[in-house]
Structure formats: structure tokens, C-alpha cells
């Protein structure tokens, strides 16, 4: 357990110290520096406390807290308008998005709820039908700003929370694919989205309009070889590949430090979701299971689908790396994502159920259900 935060905080450090580097090296993010250590700092401090104090406490606070985020994510579709989308609120010189705080709030909330409900989450109604009636909003809402990469990121993690609580994958897969088929039908019905989807399946044909930025991505990639062309010495950032201090900041830390460079941040996430279900699964409780494992890859699949999109293995979603990209809500988020890690390590041994039969996921002997039940 100590080896796995260890590395965890090694691991996010030297995200961080990425991020900060890349964005003095962006034109557009060296201007926003001071904003970004501003948000690290509020971000250090709110992790700092998420360690602090008891996680335990969060089952208390799940549900209001689930409240708040859902009347935040109602609100900015009226007052929140900003290019297109409605996902921001104008905080002093700042923005703030709840949809942020959202996905931090559902995780609880799920993690909450399996353990309220755990050895029941068999049960089609309990395991599938009640969590969905607080899952469903949350992404309704989301579709409607709209925010279709936050939607699917949650709809994944979603559904990993919901399996590791013990709900059956015969009643996940089905609604996994009409979830799916309704995202695509949002998506065909949304022009701009649309030529999105297009030019993702065609680049060549598109990389002078909607798929320019893609395109200009996968040359930054391609144009840093190995090593890349040294820190500052990019040309791609100057005009060519728009957003490359937010959601396409891999493009410039591959150009400017090469195949290596990125292959060593995609192993650092790879290492993140590792350390992470390790403490989520020696945690001292079963709230302390689901919501190591739901962070985690609340933070691990953002990484994929944010790489994904770069490399052009995925279409265009709009999210940023974790601990990498400016960006002051999610930061904030991440890292206190990062510090109810490090409590559930540090709580780990208050209760013996970590080392039980009543942890599925112990070395000893299978849980019996029916047992349970029974009992």
C-alpha cells in the first residue's frame, strides 16, 4: 500500500511539473500561467483537506452534494453561454464548469449508494433501476449544454462503479448500447458534431476545415520524432494547432519532447489507475472500494479519451489531460480526486474488511450471495 502511494504522488507531481512546463512553453498558455498556479494552489489545498478528513464523512454529504451539482448543471444552461456551448460560469476573472464538480459528485453518489445497497445490487431494481434514476439527469443534462465527451466519460465510469458493486453485466450491456445509440442520435441531430463524426472517418478529405485540428495534431506528433525538437522549439503551437494549451496540449509535448516524452506520460496514467484500484482494493470499507475504483478511472479514462483524441483514435471530445492541461475546474477537481485517494490509503486498515470474505475481491474465500441474502 505505501509503494502505491508513493507512486501515485510521484506520478501526479510530475504530471503537474508537465503541465506547468508545457503551458510556459504554449504562447497562449505562458499568459495564463498565473491563472493555472492560482487554481493549483486552491487545487493543493483542496486536496490537501480531502486527505484530511475522513472520506467516510462524504457518504453523509453524497446526496446534497449530488443536488447542488445537478441544480448547477441546470442553471449554467441558462446563464452560462460561451462559444456555443453552455458549460461555464463567469467567476471574477475565472471560469468556473460544473459539470466538474458533477463528476466528482456522481462517483460519490453511486459509491454511496453501492454501499448502502451492497449484496443487493444483483436485484435488477436496486442494482440497475434506482441508480439510473440519479445517473440519467446528471447526463441529460450534460447532453443539453452540450458536453458529449463529459457524458460518455461518466457514462463509462458509471457503469464501472455499478459492476464492481455487483450489479450483473447482462442488464449493464443492454443499456450500455441504448445510452450509446441515444448519444449518436444527439450527436446526428447536432450539425457541428456531426462533421465531427465525418471528418474523424475521413481526415485526409477534412483536414483543411473541421478535422484541421486533428490533423494538426497528428503533425505536431509526427514532426517531434523520437526526441523531439527541444522545449520552445515547436512551431506547430504558433497558430496551427488551436487549443494546444487545453484539451490538445499532448500534441505540443509530443513535438516538442518526442515519441518518448508520450509514451512516458501514457505509462504514468497507466501506473495512476494501477496505484489507484491497489488502494482501492485493500480500502477499509465498501464505500472506500467504490469510490477508489470510480476516481480512478474517472482519471484514467479522461486520460484515454483525451490521448484517444489527439492521436486521432478517437473523434474530437473536448477534454482535458489530467494534471496537464490548463484548466482551473478540472485541476481542482483531479487533485481533489488524488487527495480522497490518499485518505482511503490512510484509512485502509481502521476495519478488518479488507482482508474479508465480505470484500468480493479478497484472496480468501468467494462470496455466496445467497449466503448474505439469507442473513
Excluded at 130 to 152: K, N, S
Excluded at 162 to 180: D, E
Aim: glycine share 10%; charged share 10%.
Amino acid at each position: 500500500m505505501r509503494a502505491a502511494v508513493t507512486t501515485l504522488c510521484v506520478c501526479v507531481a510530475l504530471l503537474l511539473a508537465l503541465g506547468t512546463v508545457m503551458l510556459c512553453s504554449s504562447p497562449a498558455g505562458s499568459k495564463l500561467l498565473a491563472k493555472q498556479l492560482i487554481w493549483c494552489a486552491v487545487g493543493i489545498v483542496v486536496c490537501i483537506v480531502a486527505t484530511a478528513v475522513d472520506y467516510r464523512h462524504l457518504k453523509k454529504a453524497a446526496i446534497p452534494l449530488y443536488g447542488v451539482s445537478l441544480i448547477l448543471l441546470a442553471a449554467v444552461l441558462l446563464t452560462g453561454k460561451r462559444g456555443g456551448a453552455s458549460r461555464w460560469f463567469t467567476v471574477g476573472p475565472m471560469l468556473f464548469q460544473p459539470s466538474e464538480l458533477a463528476k466528482l459528485s456522481l462517483v460519490i453518489a453511486l459509491a454511496h449508494y453501492g454501499a448502502w445497497r451492497q449484496r443487493q445490487m444483483e436485484n435488477f431494481a436496486k442494482g440497475l433501476l434506482l441508480p439510473a434514476a440519479f445517473v440519467v439527469p446528471m447526463l441529460a443534462l450534460l447532453l443539453l449544454e452540450p458536453d458529449f465527451g463529459t457524458t460518455i466519460l461518466l457514462s463509462g465510469v458509471s457503469a464501472i462503479v455499478l459492476l464492481t458493486a455487483g450489479v450483473r453485466w447482462v442488464y449493464i450491456v443492454p443499456n450500455a448500447m441504448a445510452g450509446a445509440a441515444a448519444i449518436a442520435l444527439f450527436i446526428r441531430m447536432d450539425p457541428n458534431r456531426w462533421q465531427r463524426i465525418v471528418a474523424f472517418l475521413n481526415p485526409q478529405q477534412h483536414k483543411g476545415d473541421t478535422g484541421y485540428q486533428a490533423y494538426q495534431a497528428m503533425l505536431a506528433l509526427a514532426s517531434g520524432g523520437l526526441w523531439g525538437v527541444g522545449l520552445g522549439n515547436g512551431t506547430l503551437k504558433l497558430g496551427y494547432v488551436p487549443e494546444n494549451h487545453t484539451d490538445f496540449i499532448f500534441s505540443i509535448v509530443g513535438e516538442e519532447m518526442g515519441l518518448v516524452a508520450t509514451l512516458a506520460v501514457v505509462l504514468v496514467f497507466i501506473v495512476m489507475v494501477i496505484c489507484g484500484v491497489t488502494i482501492a482494493l485493500n480500502s477499509g470499507d465498501p464505500f472506500g472500494l467504490y469510490l477508489g475504483v470510480g476516481l480512478t478511472f474517472l482519471i484514467g479514462l479522461q486520460a484515454f479519451i483525451n490521448i484517444g483524441v489527439v492521436c486521432s483514435a478517437l473523434p474530437n471530445k473536448g477534454l482535458p489531460l489530467p494534471f496537464v492541461s490548463y484548466g482551473g475546474s478540472n485541476l481542482v477537481m483531479m487533485l481533489a480526486s488524488f487527495g480522497l485517494l490518499l485518505n482511503i490509503a490512510r484509512h485502509a486498515g481502521d476495519t478488518a474488511w479488507a482482508g474479508s470474505a465480505s470484500n468480493p475481491f479478497s484472496s480468501s474465500e468467494p462470496f455466496d450471495s445467497s449466503s448474505e441474502a439469507a442473513g
